[in-house]
């Protein structure tokens, strides 16, 4: 008798939906395979809202369907935003948001620290780059979205969060983290002597493009002829900003190709006639997204020299889709491709010259030219220096 009740509520609940159903699919023109998911979706949300034991939000229903969906396409990238990770996200990409001032990379199922802003929280609490974060507030990773963990990291300013890290040689340990707002300055740079000049872009946001022209205007007024560009520890960001400056130092010609899986393709491109300086760009395991963008364009133009690791391997584009509840899409529509039509996704962007980091840079720094240990910026100074002796980018046999 149970048996037949739950039937019929459960045909009444699907009887009820079929011609909002038929309708929707009638305009839309879908086929029977899409109508009857349609009604599985609809009816079972109609059964849940009428028989659960309790009242239920239907915003939260229709949000959690989303996620699930979301979740079952197995990229780390792509994430349904409720109308809290929503509206921290667009903080985030404004350049001032309430966190803790880490950058946070996703690979293996993992979640690793890429980067530490200095003078931020995590700096104060001792966190480094390298750290495995293996939970938030006592929830463990794995039950986590990998996009949704720097989200959750982020709130309130003077609230708390708590990470349980994990060292290398070290054990376990939880850090408690009072969070801050953090203000990104993304560009810094100094004279490493009279003519070599040292960049460091710590992650691309809204505002890094017009920070890396003030920067080199100001290198240029103290008599900058070439530089090294750092983009080490460098997790990515908007991808806009990251065009920008290949504007002002990539040679005319295509920056990067953004192709989506109908092979409709958009490409960003450069007018610089030539390159203004000789220039060798640091990069390593951490270096990924819009750092890795801007290190293949220059590698493939043979506008510099690139030095140090292979880079993390993230080629896949994102864009967030507002939704209608103040809530958001973030989905991985696109892969980009270098000039010479290198996907780098999984892959990362080789090194012209491999060089090995004996001793691992400070966790938290603007500027590495104050670190006598690093054994990378040595050697990028030493090449520097033979290209502008020479005049030009000197390659090896193989360039």
Not at 124 to 146: F, H, M, R, T, Y
Not at 225 to 249: H, Y
Not at 373 to 390: G, P, S
């Amino acid at each position: 008798m149970k048996i037949r009740t739950i039937i019929g509520i459960i045909l009444i609940a699907l009887i009820s939906s079929i011609g909002t159903i038929v309708g929707l699919c009638v305009a839309l023109s879908f086929d029977s395979q899409t109508a009857g998911n349609l009604t599985r979706l609809i009816g079972a949300m109609r059964f849940i809202e009428s028989q659960y034991v309790q009242d239920v939000d239907e915003n939260k229903l229709i949000g959690g369907a989303i996620s699930g969906m979301v979740r079952s396409l197995g990229d780390p990238h792509s994430i349904y935003l409720d109308p809290r990770l929503y509206s921290q996200l667009k903080a985030e990409t404004s350049g001032s948001f309430g966190g803790i001032g880490v950058y946070m990379g996703f690979k293996d199922g993992g979640v690793q620290v890429l980067g530490v802003i200095p003078g931020s929280p995590g700096e104060k609490v001792g966190l480094q780059v390298g750290d495995s974060i293996l939970a938030v507030n006592s929830q463990p990773i794995e039950e986590i979205d990998p996009a949704e963990v720097a989200l959750k990291i982020r709130g309130e300013i003077n609230t708390e969060v708590e990470l349980l890290i994990h060292r290398e040689g070290e054990e376990d340990k939880i850090y408690k983290i009072t969070r801050e707002i953090i203000e990104v300055k993304t560009v810094a740079g100094e004279m490493l002597d009279d003519r070599e000049g040292y960049i460091k872009i710590t992650n691309f946001s809204e505002h890094t493009g017009k920070e890396f022209k003030e920067i080199m205007t100001e290198l240029e007024s103290k008599g900058m002829k070439g530089f090294i560009l750092d983009l080490r520890q460098n997790p990515g960001g908007v991808i806009t900003s990251c065009v920008e400056i290949a504007q002002e130092i990539v040679p005319a010609g295509t920056i990067v190709s953004v192709i989506r899986r109908d092979g409709e393709k958009e490409v960003y491109t450069s007018n610089l006639e030539q390159s203004k300086f000789p220039i060798v760009v640091l990069i390593d395991q951490n270096s990924a997204s819009a750092s890795e963008l801007l290190s293949g364009a220059l590698q493939d133009t043979k506008a510099a020299l690139i030095v140090g690791k292979k880079s993390y391997g993230k080629g896949s584009v994102q864009t967030v889709i507002p939704m209608f509840q103040d809530d958001g899409l973030k989905l991985t529509i696109a892969k980009y491709y270098t000039p010479n039509g290198r996907s780098i996704d999984g892959i990362g962007i080789l090194p012209d010259v491999e060089v090995e980091l004996e001793t691992p840079l400070p966790a938290t720094r603007e500027l590495a030219v104050n670190f006598a240990e690093d054994t990378q910026l040595q050697a990028a100074e030493e090449i520097l220096a033979k290209q502008l002796d020479a005049g030009k980018i000197l390659f090896d046999d193989n360039g």
